[in-house]
C-alpha cells in the first residue's frame, strides 16, 4: 500500500472495485425494520386466512374421522397444507420484496464472489478484540443500548395502558378482550418498528460515512492508478512526439506536389495543393519558425513556387488545419495567387519567390 495520509475522495474505479468487493456502505437494518413495519399491517389478514383453513381443516377431519377413507384423509391434509402456504406466501413475498428494494435503495444489488471465499484473517483474535474495542464496536455497543432501551419504552408504554383494561375486563367478552390484546401486540410492533428504522437510518448514515472514509486515497495511489489506466506519462509523450514526426513526415512528402507555398516570408510557410475534383484548395503543409523553413527548404529543392505575402500566410496559418479545404472568404484571394502562378508557368519560371498583391479579409486574420 502507498504510503500518504488518505486525504483524498475514491475516485469511480475504486469505488466500482469495492462495489464488486461487496463493499457497499450498506445497512440490513433498514430492510429488516422495514418489513417488520409491513408486517404488522399484513399479519392480521393471514391469521384470519390461517384460521379460516384451520376451522375449515378441523371439520373435515372430524368427518373424516366418523367415515375413514384414505383418499379423504389425504385430500383434507393436501387442501390444509395448500391453505396455509397461501394464507403466508404474501407476507413472505411482501417482506422478500422490501428486502431486496431496501438494499437497492442503499446502493444496488451486487454479487460479489470473494465475500464467499474463506477469509483467515477474519479468525485472527487480534483483529476481532481490535473490532471489538474499536469505533466499529463502540457504535455497534450504542445501537444495541439505543434497540433495548426503545424496545423497553415502547412495550412499557403499551403494557402500561393495557393493564387497566384487563384488570377491568371481568365483564367484557373473551373475544373483545382477545382482540384488545392483539391490537396492543399490533401497536406494540409498529411503534417498536418505526423506532428501529430511525435508529436504522442513524446507522445507515455512519456506515456510509465509514465506507466512504475506508475508500479515501492517497495523492500517490490516485497518481498511479491514473498512470496505470493512461499510461506512463512519460510514455505518452513519447509516442505523441513520434504521431508529430511521423505526421510532419507525412506532410513533408506531400509538399512536392503542392502548387504553391506562401510564406511569410520567415516565420511561416503554408502549402497549398489545388484539385477541382475535390473542391476548394487544400493546405498540404503547414508550420512556423524551423518547421517553416523545412518547407520552404523542401519546395525550393523540388521547384515548387513560393509567394510571399504576410498577412495571407498569418491567416491561412490560423484558421487552415492541416488537411482542410480554405475557407470561403479567402477564396478570392487564394484564387489571385494561384492565377498568378499559372501565368508563370505559362512563361516557364515559376521556381522561386514570388511576390504578388492581394486582398485578404480582415475578419478571417
Known amino acids: 500500500m502507498s504510503g500518504g495520509e488518505r486525504t483524498e475522495k475514491a475516485t469511480p474505479k475504486r469505488r466500482k472495485k469495492a462495489r464488486r468487493d461487496g463493499q457497499l456502505g450498506n445497512t440490513p437494518e ?64 411482501l417482506v422478500a420484496c422490501i428486502g431486496v428494494a431496501s438494499v437497492a435503495a442503499q446502493g444496488g444489488i451486487v454479487v460479489a464472489p470473494k465475500l464467499l471465499k474463506p477469509k483467515f484473517s477474519r479468525l485472527n483474535p487480534l483483529s476481532g478484540i481490535k473490532r471489538m474495542f474499536g469505533p466499529h464496536g463502540a457504535w455497534a455497543l450504542v445501537k444495541a443500548l439505543l434497540k433495548t432501551t426503545a424496545l423497553a419504552l415502547v412495550v412499557f408504554l403499551s403494557v402500561r395502558r393495557l393493564v387497566p383494561t384487563v384488570m377491568g375486563s371481568g365483564s367484557l367478552p373473551l373475544a373483545s378482550l382477545l382482540s384488545i390484546c392483539v391490537s396492543t401486540a399490533l401497536s406494540v410492533l409498529r411503534y ?14 455512519v456506515v456510509r460515512r465509514r465506507n466512504n472514509k475506508q475508500l479515501k ?13 493512461e499510461g506512463d506519462p512519460r510514455l505518452r509523450g513519447a509516442v505523441r512526439s513520434r504521431q508529430m514526426a511521423m505526421r510532419r513526415n507525412r506532410m513533408m512528402a506531400d509538399i512536392p506536389r503542392a502548387d504553391v507555398v506562401v510564406v511569410n516570408p520567415t516565420h511561416v510557410a503554408v502549402a497549398l495543393r489545388y484539385d477541382p475534383s475535390r473542391g476548394a484548395p487544400r493546405v498540404v503543409a503547414k508550420g512556423a519558425d524551423h518547421v517553416a523553413a523545412r518547407i520552404r527548404a523542401v519546395a525550393e529543392q523540388n521547384r515548387v513556387p513560393m509567394v510571399s505575402d504576410v498577412p495571407l500566410a498569418r491567416t491561412l496559418y490560423q484558421v487552415c488545419d492541416l488537411g482542410q479545404e480554405i475557407p470561403p472568404d479567402l477564396y478570392k484571394a487564394v484564387a489571385t495567387v494561384l492565377a498568378f502562378i499559372m501565368t508563370l508557368r505559362k ?12 486582398l485578404v479579409p480582415t475578419s478571417s486574420r
Request: proline content about 3%; hydrophobic content about 50%.
Open 30 to 93: 433498514i430492510g429488516a425494520w422495514l418489513g417488520m413495519l409491513a408486517a404488522s399491517f399484513v399479519v392480521p389478514h393471514v391469521f384470519r386466512s390461517v384460521m379460516n383453513t384451520a376451522t375449515s381443516t378441523i371439520i373435515q377431519a372430524g368427518a373424516t374421522i366418523r367415515d375413514p377413507d384414505t383418499g379423504r384423509a389425504i385430500a383434507v391434509a393436501t387442501s390444509a397444507v395448500r391453505g396455509a402456504f397461501s394464507a403466508v406466501l404474501p407476507l413472505a413475498v
Open 347 to 358: 512563361r516557364g519560371s515559376a521556381a522561386g519567390v514570388h511576390r504578388v498583391r492581394t
Open 217 to 229: 486515497m492517497t495523492k500517490q495511489e490516485i497518481k498511479e492508478e491514473l498512470k496505470s489506466s
Open 192 to 205: 417498536a418498528a418505526v423506532a428501529g428504522l430511525l435508529m436504522a437510518a442513524a446507522d445507515y448514515a
